[in-house]
């Protein structure tokens, strides 16, 4: 059972997050594309870091490495 103070409330800080959100982004747009830019680029990095790494242990596991030995090396 949510109280009506709480469901206010929270609907308070809904509000205020998105309405700051919304002022940064008039303010500076061109920044705020950059960042999302930016955590993109990121998330492009570590999966093409995992892949590598995907395929580096199933390269070695093919030549004999045990998973601790290629564990410690990866």
């Known amino acids: 059972m949510k109280s009506p ?3 206010t ?3 308070g800080v809904a509000f205020g997050i998105g309405i ?3 002022s940064l982004y008039a303010q500076k747009p061109g920044c705020f594309v950059t960042s999302l830019e930016t ?3 990121m998330g492009r990095a570590r999966r093409a870091k995992e892949e590598k790494n995907k395929f580096l242990r199933k390269r070695l596991r093919g030549i004999g490495f045990s998973e601790k030995e290629i564990d410690e090396n990866l």
Do not use: D, N, R
Request: zero cysteines; hydrophobic letters at 65%.
């Open 39 to 41: 955590i993109e680029e």
């Open 5 to 7: 103070v709480l469901e």
């Open 9 to 11: 409330f929270f609907a």
């Open 20 to 22: 700051t959100v919304l």
